[in-house]
């Protein structure tokens, strides 16, 4: 029995902040006791280098960490560990492929596809191999609601599409992208796809190799799991063809003044010591994460969804931001003319933290020509009352600016 | 709803987000400053006419949060006709007040003093101070233009 309140209970965040009411998972979620256990014992009891040591702590250490990698690629579907990569986030992963896969493909007018509801991490990373080759970076158009026309997107794609990176699900709009229809789309003239993973893969069952997406990228943080850890999933062929684009220890094979030949993939792109205890506990949060029946998270997210989304539309003035047929737990909106600044403040003071702004899509929110939006993001250990709660103080709120 | 936070908004902040003053654009003005804080997209422009060393006009334009708007309007209110020495006194006085490691204590009119409020919201701080810091790196190039 999928029990949202007997999940809360395991986020020691919770016990010391019993008022929060916490609607800002789309920024990072919180960390389940599991978590934080397994990166402490890791400093406690099982700290060490890995790779090479030769002692028993850190030969414990390099498999704790391998083990992960096995646990990741089970849990997105990938066909074998070594399609994983470990980074720093979702963006170094973007960034990784923008510069190692795409940067050498890359001719003059040549193109680049990507959405007009990308946050920034992927897009920048795109716009700048773009400029430096003297390419194109093409923008699918989103409609009102929020959502691509399959139609426009497919006459976008020529033979000078040379990759097309997409997000699953908007940060911002929360709407869920048809990736199935648009990878097939892709593919059917040649062009590899990367998916922004960041908002959809903690929800959503998730294969890669049933999408047959080129590559799958997402961050630890947004999935229960410790900052400064993310995954990059390639497929063989392709990682085994790029170069790497940080060099340093632990990615080489054998090292001369002269020369260096690179380690096999995934090391390769491993450079220097990386956030071991982060990994381990990011192998804590899937754990966590894989106890739960996803189609069980997605039934109690919708329900959280529909009651914000009703008791929010009976508020005068509001309107949500993103209405898209096929949306996640993200609710955008704006309240009149109170900015989303006085909007969040006045929430945060009665311990309602959401977010506002441009959450890191500015080229969308001037599309839809606001300066910013209030944004409130479910997650697993929210309550349809926290939604109520919520709009009960934009009522307040309302009231007193008018 | 914070009673705090209510009685920040309330003395002087929502007078001057409804009602600010000079709020227009004037793109032939002698000086035009823009404050801009990239974290949260609150942009103001500030319209000056500066003649000998006295802003004669300002008034402003742009976008952001009541806390911003309302303190770039008093900005704007209080700066007309005033030496440009003075307005460096004020925007010192104002940025001292609001700014959380000063234990120096700052008297001010009321207009000003319910900034002070923002010390104990350090996510909106910088809100209040956007345009003031803006205007003491204009108003200093005015009194080094003016000595040499």
């Known amino acids: 029995m999928f029990d949202p309140v007997k999940i809360r209970s395991e986020f020691p965040i919770f016990s010391h902040h019993p008022e929060l009411i916490y609607l800002d998972n789309a920024a990072t979620t919180q960390k389940p006791e599991a978590v934080i256990r397994a990166t402490s014992d890791f400093y406690q009891k099982e700290n060490a280098n890995i790779h090479r040591g030769i002692y028993e702590l850190a030969a414990n250490a390099s498999q704790k960490y391998e083990q992960v990698r096995r646990t ?87 033979e000078r599409t040379k990759m097309v990176a997409l997000v699953h699900v908007s940060n911002t709009l929360g709407t ?76 080489i094979n054998s090292v001369s003044f002269e020369t260096t030949t690179f380690a096999a993939v995934p090391q390769r792109f491993e450079a220097g010591t990386t956030n071991i205890a982060g990994v381990i506990g990011l192998g804590a949060a899937i754990d966590f994460l894989m106890k739960f029946d996803k189609n069980d998270i997605l039934a109690h997210l919708k329900n959280l969804t529909e009651t914000a989304t009703d008791a929010l539309r009976q508020i005068d003035g509001l309107k949500i931001i993103g209405t898209a047929q096929n949306k996640s ?19 945060g003071s009665e311990n309602i933290a959401v977010r506002a702004g441009n959450h890191c899509t500015q080229p969308l929110m001037d599309f839809y020509g606001l300066p910013g939006t209030t944004r ?24 007193f600016f008018a | 709803m914070n009673e705090q936070l209510k009685a920040l908004y309330k003395t002087v902040i929502l007078e001057h987000n409804a ?23 609150d942009r103001f422009q500030v319209f000056l006419e500066v003649k000998n060393g006295v802003v004669t006009e300002a008034c402003f334009h742009g976008y952001g949060c009541a806390i911003s708007k309302a303190s770039t309007s008093v900005l704007v209110k209080n700066l007309e006709n005033q030496p440009v020495e003075k307005a460096q006194e004020l925007c010192r006085s104002f940025l001292k007040m609001t700014n959380p490691d000063s234990q120096e204590p700052v008297e001010m009119a009321e207009e000003f003093m319910a900034f002070s409020a923002t010390r104990d919201f350090p996510g909106r701080l910088k809100c209040a101070t956007l345009s003031w810091e803006e205007m003491t790196l204009f108003l200093e190039k005015q009194t080094v233009e003016n000595e040499n």
């Open chain 2, 19 to 41: 009602r600010p003053f000079h709020f227009e654009k004037k793109e032939d003005a002698g000086h035009v400053l823009e404050a801009y804080n990239p974290l949260c997209g």
């Open chain 1, 72 to 158: 990741v690629a089970s849990f997105i579907g990938a066909e074998r560990p070594e399609s994983i990569v470990y980074t720093s986030g979702t963006t170094e992963g973007i960034n990784l492929v923008a510069q190692s896969f795409l940067a050498g493909r890359l001719q003059p007018g040549d193109e680049v596809v990507i959405s007009a509801m990308e946050h920034h991490a992927n897009l920048i990373p795109w716009q700048q191999v773009c400029k430096m080759q003297g390419a194109k970076l093409r923008v699918i158009p989103v409609s009102e609601a929020g959502e691509i026309d399959l139609a426009v997107f497919k006459k976008m794609l020529s």
């Open chain 1, 176 to 251: 869920i992208n048809p990736v199935e229809e648009m990878i097939e789309m892709a593919h059917s003239r040649d062009i590899p796809v990367l998916l922004d993973g960041a908002q959809s893969v903690a929800h959503y069952p998730l294969d890669v190799q049933a999408l047959d997406v080129d590559f799958f990228v997402f961050s630890g943080h947004k999935i229960f799991g410790p900052t400064g850890t993310g995954i990059l999933y390639g497929k063989p062929e392709h990682l085994e063809n790029m170069e790497p684009v940080t060099f340093g220890g632990d990615m």
């Open chain 1, 376 to 399: 409130a993001s479910f997650s697993i250990y929210n309550t349809a009352e926290e939604a109520l709660r919520l709009a009960e103080a934009l009522k307040d709120i309302q009231r």
């Open chain 1, 329 to 347: 737990a993200i609710v955008s909106f704006t309240l009149g003319n109170v900015h989303p600044h006085d909007v969040a403040t006045f929430l």
